[in-house]
């Protein structure tokens, strides 16, 4: 119980880690590409802002103009770029490049460019802007290919560090649910000790009571009064033992039961026969559909503790001159148990805490100790198996896969 509570517990905490650090590096991630758009924009605006004479000629130096103060490039620009402007014609005028390509290749990207009907546009890693005034088209290009790479750079090293990161959140949470969970450890051993001391502790006086009735029955007969103290006397032993078991159960541990390939269909077959008088002198209809030699790995004592509890709880809870129904086949590599019963009419049942532990139907009628389900439960999951409980108007079928 305690190791699958821990367990429960790392895998929350490490998926409720993931997606926090998901979400924190891809937004970091996507600011920076956002930025690193939003700057380029920005960059292409302020080049088209500019006359072609403020920007450096072929030797590096701006090309003197009439009337312009001459501004260094890196003030506002600092990728590699084209600055062209382009008759109506589509004829270049003029045009200065930082780019790395020749003359030609500048002025057949300014073409294809000024030819596309978009004013701003993406292509590849080049970022190109458009700006009409009066009959010639401006057109700046600029190249991010540097500052996407370092941005690439920068996710795949973050995504590292996260790795790492994860690997030691991992390594710390594992020794920290040992420590945080050690008092509830503590705690369940002695709720399970008192359960296994006080259930040894009662078979003593159950017994004595067992057989001072037997004494009390035989020099006075028995009466009403004794029926009921071995009644009650019954349901108290059925629920110590299975106070025990459960207990056992909750370890989650199949090392403390021998697993091994058994004949699942002789275990129903069994049970079906231990129970057919039961269920004929309450006048109860016992359907079976049992596949022949249907083979199952697990723990044959606890398969038949599970058919015994749901052949049990239809005797209980079963109308006179109901039906009960049990089926077994090979579903695949599955096998699949189906228990299913009538019952009251009118009789709705909150499915959904039925394998609560001590949950009894309100408008139950008879005994019972409220464990026998919760059990079933337990010993389906140890073998790694579902159940579930479906209403289907005046039947309850069980459904369990192993």
Not at 106 to 123: S, V
Not at 281 to 301: A, D, F
Request: aromatic letters at 10%; hydrophobic letters at 40%.
């Amino acid at each position: 119980m305690i190791k699958k509570l821990r367990l429960q517990f790392i895998l929350i905490s490490m998926i409720s880690i993931f997606f926090v650090m998901s979400a924190v590096i891809m937004t970091i991630n996507f600011s920076n590409f956002y930025a690193i758009e939003n700057s380029t924009r920005h960059q292409l605006t302020e080049v088209l802002k500019r006359d072609i004479n403020d920007f450096p000629g072929p030797g590096g130096e701006p090309n003197p103009g009439e009337g312009t103060d001459p501004k260094k490039t890196d003030e506002f620009i600092q990728e590699d770029f084209i600055y062209a402007t382009v008759a109506e014609d589509g004829t270049i005028q003029d045009f200065v490049a930082k780019f790395p390509l020749n003359d030609q290749e500048c002025k057949e990207l300014i073409i294809t460019y000024y030819n596309r009907t978009k004013n701003y546009d993406k292509i590849g890693s080049y970022r190109y802007k458009k700006a009409k005034v009066d009959s010639l088209t401006k057109i700046a290009i600029i190249d991010v290919y540097r500052n996407r790479h370092q941005a690439f750079v920068s996710m795949y090293g973050s995504f590292v560090v996260a790795v790492v990161a994860y690997a030691l959140i991992f390594v710390l949470i594992l020794v920290m649910s040992r420590i945080v969970l050690r008092v509830n450890e503590k705690a369940y051993k002695n709720q399970k000790e008192f359960i296994t001391n006080a259930s040894h502790e009662l078979k003593t006086p159950l017994t004595i009571i067992s057989t001072d009735v037997e004494i009390i029955e035989m020099d006075h007969g028995q009466s009403e009064w004794t029926k009921s103290i071995k009644d009650q006397i019954q349901n108290l032993t059925q629920m110590t033992n299975q106070l025990v078991t459960s207990a056992r159960l909750e370890e989650d541990n199949t090392s403390s039961y021998e697993m091994d390939n058994f004949n699942i269909s002789e275990v129903a077959e069994e049970s079906i026969e231990a129970f057919a008088a039961s269920f004929k002198s309450k006048h109860l209809v016992l359907t079976q559909h049992i596949e022949k030699n249907v083979m199952l790995y697990g723990n044959r004592y606890l398969i038949n503790e599970l058919f015994y509890i749901f052949f049990d709880n239809a005797l209980k809870y079963c109308e006179e001159h109901g039906d009960f129904d049990v089926t077994l086949k090979k579903n695949k590599k599955q096998v699949e148990i189906t228990f299913a019963n009538t019952l009251p009419k009118d009789n709705e049942i909150n499915v959904d805490q039925l394998f609560e532990r001590f949950y009894r139907d309100p408008k139950a009628k008879v005994a019972g100790t409220g464990i026998g389900l919760s059990i079933s439960k337990q010993i389906v999951e140890l073998h790694k198996g579902k159940i579930q409980a479906v209403q289907e108007g005046d039947k309850i079928k069980f459904i369990v896969i192993l």
